[in-house]
């Protein structure tokens, strides 16, 4: 299985309009040229959160910011040893 890629904002978008002037989902997914589940879920969420933004993913928070992350690999480069 493939990586899946994320539908950009105007393919979102097009979704939307598409379902609000009356197109079926597989004429949707067949002019967007994605699956039926993308669309149904698209148009799911966007009736849940009124927004067709992407959800924001689950993950473990960084535990240094950039700029720590600059300052500890330039103390460690220039020191040599820790």
Do not use: W
Not at 7 to 23: D, M, P, V
Not at 36 to 50: A, H, M, N, P
């Amino acid at each position: 299985m493939g990586a899946k890629k994320e539908l950009t904002i105007a393919q979102r978008n097009t979704i939307c309009l598409l379902q609000q002037h009356g197109k079926k989902y597989r004429d949707i997914a067949n002019i967007v040229n994605c699956n039926l589940t993308t669309v149904s879920d698209t148009i799911k969420r966007f009736k849940e959160t009124g927004s067709i933004n992407s959800r924001p993913r689950s993950g473990r928070p960084r535990l240094f910011t950039h700029q720590k992350y600059r300052r500890l690999k330039r103390l460690v480069t220039l020191n040599g040893k820790i």
